[in-house]
């Protein structure tokens, strides 16, 4: 069974930055496209990033302040988050989807934006 767990969540003022990483457990790593989700309280869940497995990216922020970036030999993916804002607070999710499986999702990580 694949396991996802990220990391890297916390309190942090406005303009501030993050990272956060996502390790996934299984052999094949390089094949895998990791895409982070958020869900912020009373919302839906929603696309933040997305890396293939040829490094194709996309991210949701048009200001930029967002990337995502992955380490095969480490078999982990990072999303990089700068000035943040209160409106990015939510839990943030990874989600490993293989060529084979229906795709496997992380317990999730906090970010809160607050001063």
């Known amino acids: 069974q694949v396991q996802v767990v990220e990391s890297g969540g916390g309190l942090v003022q406005p303009g501030g930055s993050l990272r956060l990483s996502c390790v996934v457990s299984?052999?094949?790593?390089?094949?895998?496209?990791i895409s982070w989700f958020r869900q912020a309280p009373g919302k839906q869940r929603e696309l933040a990033a997305r890396?293939?497995?040829?490094?194709?990216t996309w991210t949701m922020d048009e200001e930029g302040r967002f990337s995502i970036s992955r380490d095969n030999n480490k078999n982990s993916a990072y999303l990089d988050m700068n000035n943040l804002k209160p409106a990015d607070t939510a839990m943030y999710y990874c989600?490993?989807?293989?060529?084979?499986?229906?795709?496997?999702w992380g317990q999730g990580t906090q970010v809160t934006v607050s001063s």
């Open positions: 989600h490993a989807k293989g060529p084979y499986d229906k795709g496997y």
């Open positions: 299984t052999t094949s790593f390089s094949s895998y496209h």
């Open positions: 890396i293939t497995n040829i490094n194709n």
